[in-house]
Nanobody, 120 residues
Framework: QVQLVESGGGSVQPGDSLRVSCAAS????????VGWYRRAPGDDRELLAR???????DYGDSVKGRFTISRDNAKNTLNLQMNNLKPDDSAVYYC??????????????WGQGTQVTVSS
């Protein structure tokens, strides 16, 4: 069973930076795509950033230019560097990993989430 454990959330002020990390129980490079999502109360889940096995990255419009996703294959860790944080960035941040495979796949894994609060 794959486990994803997020860390690094917290409370910061507008304009601050924060990095959240996700530790995987297996090789992070083995997943076809890994990414970060968030969900604020009352909102739908939102894609923030993802990176494929080949290194292609994709960002949600609301975070382009402020957030950077990176993958540390040696540490089996996925990171999200968040700069110039805004109150609207407050949410629970989730790590996701996917394995694309024919049935019985594909497989989709989620972490438990880490809270990020941006407030003055």
């Amino acid at each position: 069973q794959v486990q994803l454990v997020e860390s690094g959330g917290g409370s910061v002020q507008p304009g601050d930076s924060l990095r959240v990390s996700c530790a995987a129980s297996r090789s992070i490079a083995s997943f076809d795509v890994v990414g970060w999502y968030r969900r604020a109360p009352g909102d739908d889940r939102e894609l923030l950033a993802r990176i494929t096995k080949t290194g292609t990255t994709d960002y949600g419009d609301s975070v382009k230019g402020r957030f950077t996703i990176s993958r540390d294959n040696a540490k089996n860790t996925l990171n999200l560097q968040m700069n110039n944080l805004k109150p609207d960035d407050s949410a629970v941040y989730y790590c996701n990993a996917e394995i694309w495979a024919p049935p019985p796949g594909p497989w989709d894994y989620w972490g438990q989430g880490t809270q990020v609060t941006v407030s003055s």
